[in-house]
């Protein structure tokens, strides 16, 4: 396992590096850890390296955590982020930029061994069947609701973006009424719904996806619809820690 901590302060780093490296040698695991001083150092590097996690303070002397971590999704967008704080006060800005957790200082040992038993848990396999039946060429074609990132709509097709592009004759809305009963998709704009899984941020009136796709929110909705995938966050979340039994 390999993973990175940004934090200017130099003791908080090495205390938090020891830590760390402690709960290897009593757990036998193999763990190697990259330290930076500045969000500089750590976004010149880490397009080349890759990262199992990565921690980040928000209060940086250069910069903030927050838009560290926005500058990093684009080129790591699944790599789950740890951000350290002794504020609360950004734990919405942090669950917008896909946070999988928000520690608050000091960090203890036991704090460390539940983040490494939870992000165990999250790594476990995808085992999601459900399927959005569509047709092509008068062939009924079935897509995996975890392969769909996000549908627009195009005259009379439907557009439905994941490891490929599918065009298929159907009413956006007939699709919007069978996928949004599944809580991961979300209509943000007119002829535009999204898999909350794969959104990178959501700012204002804008969101961003995981290929790098930015999409304009609905003016008149855009609190409701933040709201809504920083609550999915923490359904998706709770839903891993509920089912590999941690309290």
Do not use: W
């Amino acid at each position: 396992m390999h993973l990175a901590i940004v934090d200017d302060n130099q003791t908080e780093l090495q205390t938090l590096y020891d830590t760390i490296l402690e709960y290897g040698h009593i757990h036998d695991a193999a763990i190697s850890c990259d330290c930076y001083t500045s969000r500089a150092e750590f976004l010149a590097t880490c397009s080349q390296i890759s990262y199992s996690f990565v921690i980040f303070d928000i209060y940086l002397q250069d910069g903030t955590g927050i838009d560290m971590a926005a500058a990093f999704r684009q080129v790591a967008p699944h790599t789950p982020i740890i951000f350290l704080t002794s504020s609360p006060e950004h734990r919405a800005d942090a669950f917008r930029v896909h946070a999988f957790d928000y520690l608050e200082k000091p960090v203890t040992k036991d704090m460390i061994s539940r983040l490494f038993d939870e992000l165990a848990v999250t790594q476990e396999p995808d085992t999601d069947t459900q399927t959005f039946l569509i047709s092509i060429d008068r062939n009924t074609v079935p897509v995996l609701y975890s392969d769909i990132q996000y549908m627009t709509s195009a005259s009379n097709y439907l557009m439905i973006h994941g490891h490929e592009v599918l065009r298929c004759r159907m009413p956006f809305r007939e699709a919007e009424s069978t996928l949004t009963k599944d809580s991961r998709f979300l209509t943000i704009n007119r002829g535009v719904l999204v898999n909350l899984d794969y959104v990178l941020q959501m700012q204002g009136t804008t969101c961003t996806m995981s290929d790098g796709t930015i999409f304009t929110i609905h003016r008149k909705n855009a609190s409701a619809i933040s709201q809504a995938y920083i609550s999915h966050q923490f359904d998706r979340r709770t839903k891993a820690l509920t089912k590999g039994g941690i309290a």
